[in-house]
T-cell receptor
Framework: EPEVTQTPSHQVTQMGQEVILRCVPI?????FYWYRQILGQKVEFLVSFYNNEISEKSEIFDDQFSVERPDGSNFTLKIRSTKLEDSAMYFC??????????FGPGTRLTVT | AQTVTQSQPEMSVQEAETVTLSCTYD???????LFWYKQPPSRQMILVIRQEAYKQQNATENRFSVNFQKAAKSFSLKISDSQLGDTAMYFCAFMKPLSGNTPLVFGKGTRLSVIA
């Protein structure tokens, strides 16, 4: 059964550095999402993406964040200048319809 | 804005027993979707079950079933014949009616421990 994959599984970076988190959705998925989960807290929505455009974004998704689908398959989340409070698990999710979301295994980002 | 409340931070259950996790939500919408996700120690989010608000019949998936009370805005998850592998965080989530790809709104989760 196909699965959403994410790389890397764990990224350690220094404050102020740029990071790119990658996701490979299931091939027939059309709707994409990024969420984050700070340790011990609930999962929070960042951004949704459809037809190569951002559909909706949360207050968390400020100018430091961007998303792209550079080659029609991979789906990336970039944080331009990381802050300590960006340390979290970042989940990519996708679905073939708007009312289903299948999550990847997540990338643990640690900002030091 | 929609909110999802899980009032049980932690629960435990004996193996093979049944446990019910509670969830309430607040919305002014009439049609929406509700979900339960499981997050084991690996921290992957796994979809357990989904309920469409326009359906009166409660969703079931093998040992997992829900009790959906629309008027009460309640959406509880029942796990029957609990197994050690059910040990995980369980998150209730709400999705408002479709207007594009809308995000999930999650509760804070319930940590379930299944005891041998």
């Amino acid at each position: 059964e196909p699965e959403v994959t994410q790389t890397p599984s764990h990224q350690v970076t220094q404050m102020g550095q740029e990071v790119i988190l990658r996701c490979v959705p299931i091939s027939n998925h059309l709707y994409f999402y990024w969420y984050r989960q700070i340790l011990g807290q609930k999962v929070e929505f960042l951004v949704s993406f459809y037809n190569n455009e951002i559909s909706e974004k949360s207050e968390i998704f400020d100018d430091q964040f961007s998303v792209e689908r550079p080659d029609g398959s991979n789906f990336t989340l970039k944080i331009r200048s990381t802050k300590l409070e960006d340390s979290a698990m970042y989940f990519c999710a996708g679905g073939g319809t708007p009312y289903e979301q299948y999550f990847g295994p997540g990338t643990r980002l640690t900002v030091t | 804005a929609q909110t999802v409340t899980q009032s049980q931070p932690e629960m435990s259950v004996q193996e093979a027993e049944t446990v019910t996790l509670s969830c309430t939500y607040d919305t002014s919408e009439n049609n929406y979707y509700l979900f339960w996700y499981k997050q084991p120690p690996s921290r992957q989010m796994i979809l357990v079950i989904r309920q469409e608000a326009y359906k009166q019949q409660n969703a079931t998936e093998n040992r997992f079933s829900v009790n959906f009370q629309k008027a009460a805005k309640s959406f509880s998850l029942k796990i029957s014949d609990s197994q050690l592998g059910d040990t995980a965080m369980y998150f209730c989530a709400f999705m408002k009616p479709l207007s594009g790809n809308t995000p999930l709104v999650f509760g804070k989760g319930t940590r379930l421990s299944v005891i041998a």
